[in-house]
């Protein structure tokens, strides 16, 4: 690559920053446009894009953006109201920005009719306005658009964290001598109490001889007692600042219990006083669990100007070097288990020794924590565009979308990131178009609001990342879906599927209930290339609806692409591991519930399902000394694209994040398989493809 | 829990059983509730009893808990606890 076409790759990295940030802060604006800082931020953004765009010979770029510059200037300068359909106006010009650069990248002569129309109306309303005329006219086909400002002003999140950064501040303040401060996340699953865990009781734990302790609870998730259960946690998360004695390793075994993703541990460094404000302060202590809040003007800003002298310093690294470094942690994990778990390491009775690996071990684990949290950035950004997707159906559908955005702090792996804009923009834009009631007047008459809510979340959920799209429109109908399924020939009618999976059946190629098709969504090919999007980034989507209430599109994704949760099954001699993501629970069955059907092998009945009976040792052709019945083994029940399936494995070894490694490409061929992993011992394990478990049985049986 | 006239005054330091019964109680009751009292000197021994509260005063915003509407709590057991409910 020549200095030349280095610099303008640099320019078209840095031009597609620009563009996608203008495509955000152009809705931002539009939701308050007396927001002139704002304003000033997108004249910024299109100025540099600009002084680019000419400079690399992308004159018809160049073109536009000067006379958008020109209009932004003038309304940044005289700060004068704009009228909303001129606002129109503004988000059109981005969406030609955006056309048009792809236009001079790919060298294309002709650009969009909207070049033309926009440029023209940039044109006139400037000439009207440096003329003291009058402003362009609305279209009378233009809709009014959703008001969707007040979901998007001060986050609960935002606000909270504000208040959890003043709390540290003071306690910063009255910090001394051999005193700890930390800031603690807790991020609950809805089962903690069912698990024996509540917020309160770590509260107390972390408050035993501490120096001062406040808690922060964002509620902003409990829903009306409607939908609510006291048993079933549904506060979003709790931060817990406390000074304390307790050094990182106390305030860790706290917590050793939960899931790693349920909490958070930051230890707040400690600020430099001058002693004799430090003396001061000291005196004005209160007893335990009393903090001073009260503090003096002078402090508070002593205090604020430190924070504010804390610049943040960022680089910008190649993913490539981050994935390349992420593998060299793999390799660091697994070498660091092989001497954890080594007959002959282990046989040496040296105290020294155990302390040592003990130390590997957690500085191990300490490194790799801090590498994956390299990759994971907030998903708000993704939900951000998504603002833009329910703004631009609403208006295309002639329908008033409410939209709620819940839990856009959540961090997702970066690779992921790129990957879930399409199937979420499609999962949207079928919520709105087909899910939501055709008008406001069936709406009406179906009880509801005629301003149809589409509500957009991310949380954690046991290991897992839950990005979920939930409408309150009619909801699918089964019946109809199931029939549709039978008649398309996906189902012969005779599977024993729940309601879940009837539901799942609209994902499938070719599938589509829709009466007619419009240019959004209903032409049937969306929904498979969703589900395909979500399970090449081994996830899942899963489907809860109900007829009249509405619909929820969940996709549960892996916390990231290159460690997946594993349950290690023993088959044989040999070792598999099955993504526990897919399992659904494990058991040795009674020999009462096996039932083996003629010319369908065997199945198990639980609970009133025939789930069959799949034998690893028979898809993977293992030796075995003799031929073990069900109620012998071990079932592990798994959840695959064409229902249930009773896994049969001789054991349960346990349960292991493992690092996934590819087979190489002939083994790639073997569909049962997804990927490999090398164990603590140095053994190789294989990834089991559930979904292809039950075809590899049926097609040896032929 | 006592309940005199519309007035209804709960302890604080409920254990989950005693909240889910207080759940059961409310629930068909809600409109008849005008006000919800927090007897004083108590602290909270589980957060789900703060969520449930957090519920009534969304399902119902016009029933009265002062306590929920000052959004913080000290206690000698928990020190400062605050809570934000975006309403």
Redesign the interface.
Known sequence: MTKQEQVKAIFIEEAGEIIEKLDVDIIRFEENSSDFALLNEIFRGVHTLKGNANAFGFTRLGEFVHHFEDLLDYYRSTQEFIEEYNLELFVNSVDVIKEVMGCELDAIADLPQSYEECLAGIKKLLAMKKNGGDVLEPLPQEQMLNDLAAEFGL??GE??AS?VDKAIEVFQTIQNGDLNLYKLELKLDEDC?ARGF???NF??AL?EG?Q?????????N?????H????V???SS?FIVVLTTKIKSEIEEICEFLFDNEYAIVQIEKQSVPKQEQATLQSTEKTP???NLQQSAPQQATATEQSANAVKSTIRIDTMKLDELFDSVGELVIAQNFIAQNEKIRMIEDESIGRTIETLSKITKRIQDRVMSLRMVAIKDTFDKMKRVVRDTSKKTNKEIHLIVQGEETEIDKTMIDSLSDPLIHIIRNAIDHGLEANAQERTAAGKPTEGAVTLKAFHKSGSIVISVSDDGRGINKERVYQKAIERGIITGEENLSDSQIYSLIMQPGFSTAATISDLSGRGVGLDVVKTSIEKLRGKIEIESKEGVGTTFSMILPLTLAIIDGMLVRASEEIYIIPTLSVVESFRPEEEIVHMLKGKGEFVSLRGQHIPVVRLSDVFELQTKERLEPWEGILVCVETESGRIAVMVDELVGRQQVVIKSLGKSLAKLKEISGGAILGNGDIALILNVDELRPAIENANG | MEFDGDVLTIDLGMSMEEIKGFEEFIRPRIEYIETIEIAEGGAFASSALLALLVSIKRTRPDIAIGFLDKAQHASPHYGTIHWKCHD
Request: glycine share 6%; charged share 20%; hydrophobic share 35%.
């Open positions: 986050s609960c606000q909270l208040s109490y509540d917020h309160i509260i107390k408050g501490a001062g302790i406040e808690s922060f609870f964002d509620m902003q409990i829903p009306s007692l409607e609510f259960k006291s048993d946690n549904k506060i709790l669990l009393q903090p």
